[in-house]
T-cell receptor
Framework: DQQVKQNSPSLSVQEGRISILNCDYT??????FLWYKKYPAEGPTFLIS?????DKNEDGRFTVFLNKSAKHLSLHIVPSQPGDSAVYFC??????????FGTGTRLQVFP | EAGVAQSPRYKIIEKRQSVAFWCNPI?????LYWYQQILGQGPKLLIQ????????DSQLPKDRFSAERLKGVDSTLKIQPAKLEDSAVYLC??????????FGSGTRLTVV
């Protein structure tokens, strides 16, 4: 039972353009959503989060959008940079408890 | 602030052998998690500690996996005996509400 899904295993974007990573979830009780970035041989690092009471949160080049009715969230990176190339995990939690992760999307930003 | 420390970074063992991983969380973080990340999948929670008590171990294969967090600080995760399908990266994370998780670099286990 995959409660958090990332249906695109990979994404390739040109430097300077927008990267959009998508995530769907099934449990409407989730109240907190996060995006993590993972480089090879390193643990995931926190990128940005959003509470279920909001529909948008922005931090520099990163914006997360939440559509509760569709149970969908997305991460926008603009402009994309080569250093953004990594695996991005969407995660959800209930009452700030344990995180449930998606399967990840590998983003490659090329010059 | 020091991060979450994990050791070893890499381990190769034969099936049916035993192995142990160690994690030292960020000082003051009461909650500690062990996740298993199999290649191509997202991290999956194995066990969650609050101080030295287990909060959730529903996904831990208890016939072969065990974990402890004595004194509510560092933690060990053990696998005995290991199977080929245990090959994965084992991630430790700690948190202190309302801050988010901080992950360690993980231990990459290869069972041959």
């Amino acid at each position: 039972d995959q409660q958090v899904k990332q249906n695109s295993p990979s994404l390739s974007v040109q430097e300077g353009r927008i990267s959009i990573l998508n995530c769907d979830y099934t449990n409407s009780m989730f109240d907190y959503f996060l995006w993590y970035k993972k480089y090879p041989a390193e643990g995931p690092t926190f990128l940005i989060s959003i509470s279920s009471i909001k529909d948008k949160n922005e931090d520099g080049r990163f914006t997360v959008f939440l559509n509760k009715s569709a149970k969908h969230l997305s991460l926008h990176i603009v402009p994309s940079q080569p250093g953004d190339s990594a695996v991005y995990f969407c995660a959800a939690s209930l009452n700030t408890d344990k995180l449930i992760f998606g399967t990840g999307t590998r983003l490659q930003v090329f010059p | 602030e020091a991060g979450v420390a994990q050791s070893p970074r890499y381990k190769i063992i034969e099936k049916r052998q035993s192995v142990a991983f160690w994690c030292n969380p960020i000082s003051g973080h009461a909650t500690l998690y062990w996740y298993q990340q199999i290649l191509g999948q997202g991290p999956k929670l194995l066990i969650q500690f609050q101080n030295n008590g287990v909060v959730d171990d529903s996904q831990l294969p208890k016939d072969r996996f065990s974990a402890e967090r004595l004194k509510g600080v560092d933690s060990t995760l053990k696998i005995q005996p290991a199977k080929l399908e245990d090959s994965a990266v084992y991630l430790c994370a700690s948190s202190f509400y309302p801050d988010g998780y901080t992950f360690g670099s993980g231990t990459r286990l290869t069972v041959v």
